[in-house]
DNA sequence: AGAGCAAGTTACCAAAAGTAACTAATTTTT
DNA sequence: AAAAATTAGTTACTTTTGGTAACTTGCTCT
């Protein structure tokens, strides 16, 4: 049934890895834990979309992204566009013409973030089959 | 300011990934596109937690994922556990003693997943820091 | 003169998440 | 023998977040 192939060795790898991350954990820090802090946002599912929209299409304006992210409303694109750009993500240059434009652009660390989710959105589009069929399948036997 | 060393050859290759994710993406996709229906539960600030956690412990029961998913209530964590089952990540086996056990285990599909959420995670903690000056910066200059 | 445009904001309603008390059956403690 | 603790949740209720749609502002086009 499983079609995925994890060698004993990854699984070991990820372990190690995952020591590293938690390992010296404290209680203040899993009260403040910077990946909690810092994937909140940008593991937020408009989040991710925003940002690989910007990646596809460097310079995008509001309108735009609002007709691309489809679904997301004003309200939270809006939103979305300030929190993104305080925390380094994005850059929003306003140029006071008639009527206002207003373009987003990733920064260079929004960029290196991008690197990181590219991956993550190829593996959810090469596995959302999988997905479906264990969703469909589930509870039966 | 930037500290960030994206070379251009590693934004054309990104631009390349994300035209053949989105370029031929029509507006029934976009609608039902399997990046969003995958994410949407995979990229979950709970989730994320939780599958992270079972790449740490391999196995875990109910109460040790609530203690350890600092802040997680019942309600979510029971909620989450069911889909999480549902769509392939993780199994759950119950062993009728008393009181009940019930075991959490990553399947060998979320282990696959596992590791990209492991690199997204390592650029989440070596990068806070800088999410932290950026936060504070903005707004000022 | 009236409509249209861009980039939002606002008021209102729906959905999701947090809180805390509760369940069941059995073992351990008093 | 009665009371307390244990596990894995569920339920009712409140709070926070998200979605909907109408509105704003100042200029340009018809």
Redesign the pocket.
Known sequence: MEMETITENQKVRVAEKLKKMFGHMDRRQMEYCPIRDVMALAS???SILIILYLGYYPVM??????KRVY????????????VLAADGYLA?N??PE???????NLTDFGHSYLQKLIELSEWATTHSDQVMSNRKGFGKV
Do not use: A, T
């Open positions: 937020d599912k408009w304006r509001f309108n735009h992204l609002k679904g997301i409303s004003n309200k939270v694109l809006s939103e979305r566009l300030k929003r306003m140029f008639v009527p206002v434009r207003v373009e987003y």
